[in-house]
């Protein structure tokens, strides 16, 4: 058993910044990913940014370059630094856990991200 949650959301001006903080917890096996994806009204789940335990990052085209993910394996946390935000950036943000072996996935609740001024 697994449990995400989530926090950091809220509303933030265009061009402003936020941090968004996923804890896991429960039986956690060591070969993992985690990160983000996001999903606005009438869209497909996409994903963000996610990291290896090995510490791999992968992002999405559209965020290279301002958002940065990273993660502190102690505490079994993920991290998304969000910076220039913009409206299209408006989604609910939901942290995700794949375990390497056997490919199951976790997920967390989902927090509310607003950019507008």
């Known amino acids: 058993q697994v449990q995400l949650v989530e926090s950091g959301g809220g509303l933030v001006q265009p061009g402003g910044s936020m941090r968004l903080t996923c804890a896991a917890s429960?039986?956690?096996?060591?070969?993992?990913?985690m990160g983000w994806f996001r999903q606005a009204p009438g869209n497909q789940r996409e994903l963000v940014a996610v990291i290896s335990s090995g510490g791999n990052r992968n992002y999405a085209d559209s965020v290279k370059g301002r958002f940065t993910i990273s993660r502190d394996n102690a505490k079994n946390t993920v991290y998304l630094q969000m910076n220039s935000l913009k409206p299209e950036d408006t989604a609910v943000y939901l942290c995700?856990?794949?375990?390497?072996?056997?490919?199951?996935?976790?997920w967390g609740q989902g927090t509310q991200v607003t950019v507008s001024s």
């Open positions: 429960g039986s956690i096996f060591s070969g993992n990913t």
């Open positions: 995700n856990l794949r375990v390497h072996i056997g490919g199951t996935y976790y």
